[in-house]
């Protein structure tokens, strides 16, 4: 298990992405690109056509999450664009497994979000269906928000789950990670990490993701 440092550009410059996308683009291993609709969350951010053109733009794949309310009918169509992972939202998908499928089948990876307080047991039957699984470690909706500690069970339990059954899924955290809580998230068994504010928050971005990086593998990661 190699710790895995996925930059969110929620908190970068929206009028200057491809550059603050290559500031982190030898550091970090892919781009988080954070979908909101206004809808599913009370924020809004940027939508396909943006994700079309950053893709071009960008020397690592994007990891497209999907805060929105109809999943089922775009997901597939951020896989067609060229995103290497989209992740939709338990709480919002209608056909969960037709859509992993749908994502999978249009090319990209296919991940499965879940809000901190959705209980990770309903779902434990779509570890198969998935190569990511997301365990939201604050309310979705905002960056720079305080991590939420009470999540760090749930990552562990889905760990647990994850090694019993022999699966490749990978296991990532979202929300308020930074330097101060990465080692909690990797001691849990996360091993994919995004960060928004503590990587684009900093003086120096690409510093921030080798810092990030060297703590969670130091913590097990
Ligand atoms: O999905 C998200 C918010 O809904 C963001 O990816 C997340 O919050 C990253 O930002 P930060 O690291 O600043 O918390
Ligand atoms: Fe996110």
Redesign the pocket.
């Known amino acids: 298990m190699a710790a895995k440092i996925f930059p969110?550009i929620?908190?970068a410059d929206f009028a200057r992405l491809a550059e603050e996308v290559a500031l982190i683009s030898d550091d970090a291993d892919w781009v988080?690109v954070?979908v909101?609709d206004n809808h599913f969350?009370p924020n809004l951010t940027l939508g396909l056509p943006v994700v079309e053109s950053l893709v071009k733009h960008s020397a690592l794949p994007l990891d497209c999450?999907l805060?929105i309310e109809d999943p089922d009918r775009w997901a597939p169509a951020y896989a067609e664009v060229g995103a290497g992972s989209v992740t939709i939202h338990a709480e919002a998908a209608k056909a969960p497994i037709r859509t992993l499928r749908a994502i999978r089948a249009a090319g990209a990876r296919a991940g499965l979000g879940i809000n901190p307080a959705t209980p990770l047991e309903p779902y434990e039957e779509l570890l198969g269906e998935i190569d990511m699984l997301l365990l939201?470690t604050?309310e979705?909706?905002?960056?720079?928000?305080k991590f939420l500690d009470l999540v760090l069970p749930k990552v562990r339990r889905a760990r647990q789950l994850i090694k019993s059954r022999d699966l490749a899924v990978w296991l990532q955290v979202?929300?308020?990670?930074?330097a101060e809580t990465i080692e909690r998230c990797a001691e849990a068994g996360a091993d994919v990490f995004?960060?928004?504010?503590?990587v684009y928050g900093a003086d120096d971005p690409a510093e921030a993701v080798r810092l990030l990086r060297a703590k969670a593998e130091a913590a097990g990661a």
């Open positions: 969110s929620l908190s988080h954070d909101m969350v999450h805060m939201m604050v979705p909706g905002f960056g720079g928000q979202d929300g308020g990670v930074s995004v960060a928004g504010n503590a």
